[in-house]
């Protein structure tokens, strides 16, 4: 059985009203499939190049913290998990086990995270 998680997202550059999706994130096999009220949207976790858990005020969707997810081929996914006290990292974890082979990193409101195959946090 696929896990499934009840989320919010955004994909970088998404305008208007509809930017933030409600939905769910699927993880099945090596894709990840995201689905909202008006679009979707899948990539194979080996496409993850680094997953990062900000939980910077600034930063959150409706005041969750997020899961930024960069992708190799430029584009970046922000997930908050609507699931409760763990299900973020959860999804992180699982990100990280099948596509990256780094953990998820935790960014703070100091710190800038370039993402790429060395991560390097400047302050």
Same mark, same amino acid.
């Given at each position: 059985? *696929?896990?499934?998680? &009840? =989320?919010?997202?955004?994909? %970088?550059?998404?305008? @208007?009203?509809?930017?933030?999706?409600?939905?769910?994130?699927?993880? *099945?096999? %090596?894709?990840?499939?995201?689905?909202?009220?008006?679009?979707?949207?899948?990539?194979?976790?080996?496409?993850?190049?680094?997953?990062?858990? %900000?939980?910077?005020?600034?930063?959150?969707?409706?005041?969750?913290?997020?899961?930024?997810?960069?992708?190799?081929? @430029?584009?970046?996914?922000?997930?908050?998990?609507?699931?409760?006290?763990?299900?973020?990292?959860? =999804?992180?974890?699982?990100?990280?086990?099948? @596509?990256?082979?780094?953990?998820?990193?935790?960014?703070? &409101?100091?710190?800038? =995270?370039? @993402?790429?195959?060395?991560? /390097? =946090?400047? /302050?």
């Amino acid at each position: 059985m *696929s896990p499934t998680y &009840a =989320i919010l997202w955004e994909l %970088d550059g998404a305008a @208007g009203p509809w930017a933030t999706q409600a939905g769910r994130l699927e993880l *099945s096999g %090596d894709r990840v499939t995201l689905t909202g009220l008006d679009r979707a949207l899948s990539f194979g976790t080996a496409s993850v190049a680094d997953t990062v858990v %900000d939980q910077d005020p600034a930063g959150r969707i409706r005041g969750l913290p997020v899961l930024v997810v960069h992708l190799r081929e @430029g584009e970046t996914v922000r997930i908050a998990c609507l699931g409760g006290a763990g299900c973020l990292g959860e =999804i992180a974890v699982r990100l990280g086990e099948r @596509g990256s082979a780094d953990p998820p990193m935790l960014a703070s &409101a100091r710190r800038t =995270i370039i @993402g790429g195959a060395q991560d /390097r =946090i400047h /302050r």
